[in-house]
Nanobody, 126 residues
Framework: QVQLVESGGGLVRAGGSLRLSCTAS????????MGWFRQAPGKEREFVAA???????????RYADSVKGRFTISRDNAKNTVYLQINALQPEDTAVYYC????????????????WGRGTQVTVSS
């Protein structure tokens, strides 16, 4: 079982940046593919970014088209942490951001992720 705790959300002006963190419990963090999702009020949870599990020799990433070039996902297995660097924030990025873990190598759909954090709120003012 993996427990995930997100942090780093907050209120930021449009054009600003944030770095979200997600720290996992347990000793097997590197064996999970990790992802970030977000959910805005009245909308479905949507995929944002994902990073593959180790020990692939190459670390793979995936991004939603809406965030490519602005968001960067990374992981530090020594710290059991996955990050989401968000740049050039826009009001439409306002949402609760969730971290998730999959036993697959990498995934991009909600149903493929088994473990979820409680989320961290990101609010972007115009």
């Amino acid at each position: 079982q993996v427990q995930l705790v997100e942090s780093g959300g907050g209120l930021v002006r449009a054009g600003g940046s944030l770095r979200l963190s997600c720290t996992a419990s347990g000793r097997t963090f590197s064996t999970y593919g990790m992802g970030w999702f977000r959910q805005a009020p009245g909308k479905e949870r949507e995929f944002v970014a994902a990073v593959s599990r180790d020990p692939f020799s190459t670390r793979y990433t995936r991004y939603a088209d809406s965030v490519k070039g602005r968001f960067t996902i990374s992981r530090d297995n020594a710290k059991n942490t996955v990050y989401l660097q968000i740049n050039a924030l826009q009001p439409e990025d306002t949402a609760v951001y969730y971290c998730a873990a999959t036993i697959g190598s990498i995934a991009t759909t909600v149903n493929d992720f088994k473990y979820w954090g409680r989320g961290t709120q990101v609010t972007v003012s115009s």
